[in-house]
DNA sequence: ATACGTGCAAAGTATTTGCAAACGG
DNA sequence: CCGTTTGCAAATACTTTGCACGTAT
């Protein structure tokens, strides 16, 4: 069953219109900061707000829309802190960076829970959704195990035309 | 059935080191030189020779890996018109611009029979393979249909370590 | 002859890095 | 206090663009 997650992120070019639905609970960002912690990292400011804004997000974000979100909630934020606190999370397996084209990336938390989906991109008009589904994802996992690789994750991407550009 | 199709292209920090294994015909190449002649378009030195060698790929290359490979074979080409090429035969449907991360776009050409693959991404070497799985073309095309977009392609990329990086 | 294609250099983005100051533990 | 984290600015990497010149038709 085929599962559309979100109602959509707009990532038209800047200045970028987010519509973030947060219908996440804050187990992702306790468990992040708590882990973090438990490793001896200090808690900066920086890293909190990213951290606390990341883990109520439904789909992918850009280092720059984390920026401009930030800002926008007078947590001003410099870039080059969101892009450290970026590359770490992802380097820690926090985060998952994802690559929809356009020469931007873009990140999402991994949760624990195991859920898991992949994008949907217009090339019209630059919208993102997120979706999941089964079938695709034992396809998957069927041919990760013929490849000979110790494969880590996998990523999909669909393009097209969403439904209100294919009109 | 999984395909693993070519031997493998290196994609690592530059200087790249390119192992490329030519068992295409020039089909593609021939079909493309003529399309664009026939619409009105004329026939440059540079474009000519990116065509000519990309057409002899069995897996994307980078603009910087052909302008590389170009000037080891005598045929030195600006990086900008390699740009321009890509960009144009991307538009017009020659080519596919492929995203694996790192920040650098790849580009491989779509053959006209069909001819479909994924790519396969050692983050431990930067390797680049490329497998093809009829079972998961099925699987997107199930899901391409549920989606609601009109969906023009997919991408899936498996990420992980390859056969000799596992050791 | 004319306008398309090309190469160079400059400009534009996205991202990373050096460094001094701020700050958490 | 000491060392991590942060912010700024500079550096870097990739890609695009402006412009003068060459060249296919």
Known sequence: MLTILIPATIIESRPAIVIAVPTRSTQWIDATLESLRTK??????????????????????????????????????????????????TREGFVQRIDVGAGVSRFEPIHADGEHHHHLVCEDCGKVEAFADDQLERALRKVEGQTGYSVAGHDVVLRGACRDCVK
């Open 40 to 89: 001896g990292h200090r808690d900066g400011s920086a890293r909190r707000a990213v951290i606390e804004l990341l883990g109520l997000q439904d789909c992918c974000l850009t280092a720059q829309e984390i920026f401009d979100m930030l800002r926008d909630a007078n947590e001003t934020v410099g870039i080059a802190s969101i892009y450290r606190t970026l590359e770490q999370l």
